[in-house]
């Protein structure tokens, strides 16, 4: 079964200009949650998408924002890019609704916003 | 609210040597808890993770931990610890509806010597 992907893995973005990140779960996995993490904050959560319903939200301003489709891919879009928004933007899915369901990562895209 | 500590940065140990990584959460109820690896430039790969029931949970790649309410801890264990071990290592707590926006602690990377 594939894993979680992630497209792009890289970005270079200019302040100001909006980025669209794209996340596609593990195969029947329904949750898909986005993380953002820097050296100096560590993992800090996004946003929660369920069944095309946004679940749960990070402490983020709102230029960060996500949808999630019927096929259960999400993508996260961050507009008026500033130069904090510089880190790797990593996306997980899990099985169903199951509390005990561990995180499924895929492997990032890396934003470097100059 | 729940956390996660792991006090930690950086641990370094030498090729054979046995490892213990020390995790210690705050939650209200009965948490779930979970170890990730994270090797440079990918995504995280779950290792183990605690439910209920044996306090002694076994991993992948040889790894174990110990639920302690007492203590509030989670520690990860691994008896003899190779090269490829080196990486930055997660402690995560989540539960509930909210399974999805766990929270992770700001991860202890370790070195290995040969």
């Known amino acids: 079964k594939a894993g979680v992907t992630q497209t792009p893995r890289y970005l270079i973005k200019t302040r100001g200009q909006q980025v669209t990140l794209s996340c596609s779960p593990i195969?029947?996995?329904?949750?898909v949650s986005w993380y953002q993490q820097t050296p100096g904050q560590g993992l800090q959560f996004l946003f929660e998408?369920?069944?095309?319903?946004?679940?749960n939200k990070g402490n983020f301003p709102g230029r960060f924002s996500g949808r999630q489709f019927s096929n259960s891919r999400s993508e996260m879009n961050v507009s008026t890019l500033e130069l904090g928004d510089s880190a790797l933007y990593l996306c997980?899915?899990?099985?169903?609704?199951?509390?005990?369901?561990?995180?499924?990562f895929g492997n990032g895209t890396r934003l470097t916003v100059t | 609210a729940q956390s996660v500590t792991q006090p930690d940065i950086h641990i370094t140990v030498s090729e054979g040597a046995s490892l213990e990584l020390r995790c210690n959460y705050s939650y209200g109820a009965t948490p779930y808890l979970f170890w990730y690896v994270q090797s440079p430039g990918q995504g995280l790969q779950l290792l183990l993770k605690y439910f209920s029931g044996d306090t002694l949970v076994q991993g992948i790649k040889g790894f174990e931990a110990e639920f302690k309410r007492s203590q509030s801890s989670f520690n990860l264990r691994k008896p003899s610890v190779h090269w490829s071990d080196a990486a930055e290592y997660f402690c995560a707590v989540g539960a509930g509806v909210n399974a999805g926006k766990s929270t992770f602690g700001d991860g202890t990377t370790l070195t290995v010597k040969p």
């Open positions: 998408y369920f069944s095309e319903t946004q679940r």
């Open positions: 195969s029947g996995h329904r949750s």
């Open positions: 997980a899915s899990k099985l169903g609704d199951l509390s005990n369901s561990p995180l499924h």
